[in-house]
C-alpha cells in the first residue's frame, strides 16, 4: 500500500476495495426477477444478488421473515404476510386462504430465481465507489442484521427503490 491508494496490476484503486467473498457486504445489481410479485419483498425489488454471500443473506433473510408468526383475523401468518397486509390495501382485501397460497407460490418461485443466479468470481474484488453495483454494508445489530447503503449511488437508488416498492404496494 503506498499512501491512500492501492497499487493492483498497475492500476490505481481507491482504498476502499472490498473483496466479493466478504460477509460485511451484499452487493447486488439492479434488474428483473423472471416472475412477478405481489407480496415477496424479494421479489418487488430490482434488486438482483450478484455474490454468493449476498445470496446467503438474502435467503437468510427470508427464511427469518418466512418463519415469523402473526395473527391476522384470526388466521396465523407467516412475515411476508404480514408485511404484505399491513403495506397494500389491494392485499388486505384478498381472501385469506388465496393470500397464503399465493405467499406459497411466490415463495417457491423467488427461491428457484435465486438457486439460478450467476455470481461474480468470489476471489475477486471491487472498488466500494462505483456506480455499476448497489453495495450495503451489512451491520448486525441485536440478532437482526441492517444493510446500510455503502456508497452516494447505492443511496441515491435505494431511497428510490423505497418509493418504488411502497407505490407499487398501493
Known amino acids: 500500500m503506498y499512501g491512500d491508494v492501492l497499487i493492483n496490476k ?7 476495495i472490498i473483496k466479493l467473498d466478504d460477509i460485511n457486504y451484499a452487493i447486488y445489481k439492479i434488474g428483473n426477477w423472471k416472475n412477478k410479485y405481489k407480496i415477496n419483498q ?10 454468493k454471500t449476498t445470496y446467503e443473506h438474502v435467503i437468510s433473510s427470508m427464511n427469518e421473515i418466512r418463519n415469523s408468526e402473526f395473527e391476522i383475523n384470526g388466521n396465523k401468518v407467516n412475515g411476508f404476510i404480514a408485511i404484505g397486509y399491513s ?6 382485501e384478498m381472501p385469506m386462504d388465496k393470500l397464503i ?12 430465481e435465486l438457486d439460478n443466479l450467476e455470481f461474480l468470481d468470489p476471489k ?18 441485536c440478532h437482526v442484521t441492517k444493510s446500510k ?3 452516494q449511488f447505492t443511496l441515491d437508488y435505494h431511497i428510490n427503490e423505497i418509493k418504488r416498492i411502497e407505490d407499487s404496494l398501493n
Open 149 to 151: 447503503p455503502a456508497n
Open 10 to 16: 498497475g492500476i490505481f484503486m481507491s482504498e476502499k
Open 42 to 51: 424479494i421479489g418487488l425489488s430490482n434488486e438482483i444478488p450478484l455474490t
Open 87 to 92: 403495506t397494500s390495501k389491494n392485499i388486505q
Open 124 to 141: 475477486g474484488a471491487i472498488d466500494l465507489d462505483n456506480e455499476d453495483y448497489l453495495i450495503y454494508k451489512l451491520e448486525k445489530e
Open 101 to 112: 397460497e399465493l405467499e406459497k407460490e411466490e415463495f417457491e418461485n423467488i427461491k428457484n
